[in-house]
T-cell receptor, first 113, second 116 residues
């Protein structure tokens, strides 16, 4: 079975500071890993995904994530936070692009002025 | 880009009534759609996998007689919450896999259901 664990249900960073959202996964097979963002009362938007190609994945809005098999991690980072980054972020895992997706519990990112 | 719509975007109903939620792929065909449920301040939980022309596959713990799923065409899947109760109040989100397969699946904007 696959699962993801997101460390920290709430993370606060100052505007301009580094954003780091942590995600660890569990999978018996090479996983597909995703980060999604959800703004209030809206659906999900794909930020980026890992599909066994490059371990450092660049996504939209300046976000990137690095797949580390030895640590079973897929942490999301952004060098400089913007106020518009305030949202809920979900790490997720799947067996493939076209399989059901298992979501983590989410991390709400707060940006402090 | 590929667009998935859901209708209605929000609905309020009385306890005991049934509510139908539609999930449409607007500019592509989808043989497979997924239905998720998200309770307030919680994550998305997969409810069922909907395949065009066949019965849906439900996740453990999801009542198939309560959450009726119909995927009658390659662009439409419906979720009907039968005899809704306040505990069914939630945000329901669908996703669709394009056919022919592309490199991702697309999520709808969600439907907020409130049962009084």
């Amino acid at each position: 079975a696959q699962s993801v664990t997101q460390l920290g249900s709430h993370v606060s960073v100052s505007e301009g500071a580094l954003v780091l959202l942590r995600c660890n996964y569990s999978s018996s097979v090479p996983p597909y890993l995703f980060w999604y963002v959800q703004y209030p009362n809206q659906g999900l938007q794909l930020l980026l995904k890992y599909t066994s190609a490059a371990t450092l994945v660049k996504g939209i809005n300046g976000f990137e994530a690095e797949f580390k098999k030895s640590e079973t991690s897929f942490h999301l980072t952004k060098p400089s936070a913007h106020m518009s980054d305030a949202a809920e972020y979900f790490c997720a895992v799947s067996y493939g692009d076209h399989d059901k997706i298992i979501f983590g519990k989410g991390t709400r990112l707060h940006i402090l002025p | 880009g590929a667009v998935v719509s859901q209708h209605p975007s929000w609905v309020i109903c009385k306890s005991g009534t049934s509510v139908k939620i539609e999930c449409r792929s607007l500019d592509f065909q989808a043989t497979t759609m997924f239905w998720y449920r998200q309770f307030p301040k919680q994550s998305l939980m997969l409810m069922a996998t909907s395949n065009e022309g066949s019965k849906a596959t439900y996740e453990q713990g999801v009542e198939k007689d309560k959450f009726l799923i119909n995927h009658a065409s390659l662009t439409l899947s419906t979720l009907t919450v039968t005899s809704a109760h306040p505990e069914d109040s939630s945000f329901y989100i669908c996703s669709a896999i394009p056919h022919p397969l592309t490199d991702t699946q697309y999520f709808g904007p969600g439907t907020r259901l409130t049962v009084l």
